[in-house]
């Protein structure tokens, strides 16, 4: 009984740090000519809970990636707060930087980024090599046959479809046990059918406890999460649960005023 209780405690105080706290978080590109100069993130505060599921929309340059990118820990901001489950990571270094990566985030992009002279599983296992745990064929195996693909291991990219290589990304992601999984168009690339499959693929990761953040174009994407937050300029218009904050966003761009660019 008293270890149940225990047990319920600390899950209670781990849930009660966010995943994501960022204050303020601005992120400047500086081309040369200070006039030039992109607010391409510009103060944003806001939390995503534990095992929560976001959407970022909004139109074409007005941050998504950016954002992605930051929260990802592939780039630092240029000033502001980011605590990535209690922790601050907004001014550390390269290599501490790469170190998060390893052990606390999944990244799944638009275009896969597979490296295309290894087998599937040998790109699922290399980050285990990055973070230099061992056992790693194994467990690469294993999350390939999470996502389906247990019997395509050996295949290289060039040899399965748009679908099957995002599987592969999507095992490469999960295969650290990542708490924060980002996506950045991860549907982008396929039909609509394949989509569905890997967003299928992504929510069920998401209900095991994942945190899950994608950007997206695609509304009925963003309708399968539980939050969106909406972005022009660096800002946000609007934060909420999902289906009211993107029947404003479409009625706003129907309306022109987030049509893109
Ligand atoms: N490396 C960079 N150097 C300079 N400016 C950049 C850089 N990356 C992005 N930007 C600028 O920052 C702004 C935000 O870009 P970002 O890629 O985050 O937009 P996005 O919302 O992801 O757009 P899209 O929907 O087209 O992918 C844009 O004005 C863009 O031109
Ligand atoms: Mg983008």
């Given at each position: 009984?008293?270890?149940?209780?225990?047990?319920?405690?600390?899950?209670?105080?781990?849930?009660?740090?966010?995943?994501?706290?960022?204050?303020?978080?601005?992120k400047v590109y500086q081309a040369g000519d200070p006039d030039l100069a992109v607010r391409?993130?510009?103060?944003?505060?806001?939390?995503?809970?534990?095992?929560?599921?976001?959407?970022?929309?909004?139109?074409?340059?007005?941050?998504?990636?950016?954002?992605?990118?930051?929260?990802?820990?592939?780039?630092?901001?240029?000033?502001?707060?980011?605590?990535?489950?209690?922790q601050d990571v907004a001014n550390l270094d390269e290599?501490?930087?790469a170190r998060i990566r390893n052990h606390h985030i999944g990244f799944v992009f638009q275009s896969f980024n597979l490296l295309p002279r290894m087998?599937?599983?040998?790109n699922v296992e290399l980050p285990l090599l990055y973070a230099g745990v061992s056992g790693g064929r194994e467990r690469a195996l294993s999350a390939l046959a999470r996502v389906g693909l247990a019997d395509q291991a050996h295949r290289w990219p060039n040899e399965l479809s748009g679908g099957q290589n995002q599987r592969v990304a999507i095992a490469r992601a999960l295969?650290?046990?990542p708490s924060l999984l980002l996506g950045d168009e991860p549907t982008g690339a396929l039909d609509s059918g394949t989509s569905a499959d890997v967003l299928d693929l992504?929510?069920?990761l998401h209900d095991e406890g994942t945190t899950l953040v994608l950007v997206t174009h695609d509304i009925a994407v963003a309708r399968r999460l539980r939050?969106?937050?909406?972005?022009?300029?660096?800002?946000?218009v609007d934060d909420g649960p999902s289906g009211p904050v993107l029947d404003a966003f479409i009625e706003a761009t129907a309306g022109g005023a987030d049509a893109p660019a």
């Amino acid at each position: 009984m008293s270890e149940a209780v225990a047990a319920v405690g600390e899950g209670a105080s781990d849930a009660a740090v966010p995943t994501v706290e960022v204050e303020g978080l601005t992120k400047v590109y500086q081309a040369g000519d200070p006039d030039l100069a992109v607010r391409a993130l510009d103060g944003l505060d806001f939390r995503i809970e534990r095992g929560d599921s976001v959407a970022i929309v909004g139109p074409s340059g007005c941050g998504k990636s950016t954002l992605l990118h930051v929260l990802g820990c592939l780039d630092r901001p240029t000033s502001g707060r980011y605590r990535l489950e209690g922790q601050d990571v907004a001014n550390l270094d390269e290599d501490a930087l790469a170190r998060i990566r390893n052990h606390h985030i999944g990244f799944v992009f638009q275009s896969f980024n597979l490296l295309p002279r290894m087998s599937a599983v040998e790109n699922v296992e290399l980050p285990l090599l990055y973070a230099g745990v061992s056992g790693g064929r194994e467990r690469a195996l294993s999350a390939l046959a999470r996502v389906g693909l247990a019997d395509q291991a050996h295949r290289w990219p060039n040899e399965l479809s748009g679908g099957q290589n995002q599987r592969v990304a999507i095992a490469r992601a999960l295969v650290t046990r990542p708490s924060l999984l980002l996506g950045d168009e991860p549907t982008g690339a396929l039909d609509s059918g394949t989509s569905a499959d890997v967003l299928d693929l992504l929510t069920t990761l998401h209900d095991e406890g994942t945190t899950l953040v994608l950007v997206t174009h695609d509304i009925a994407v963003a309708r399968r999460l539980r939050r969106a937050i909406w972005m022009r300029d660096g800002r946000i218009v609007d934060d909420g649960p999902s289906g009211p904050v993107l029947d404003a966003f479409i009625e706003a761009t129907a309306g022109g005023a987030d049509a893109p660019a």
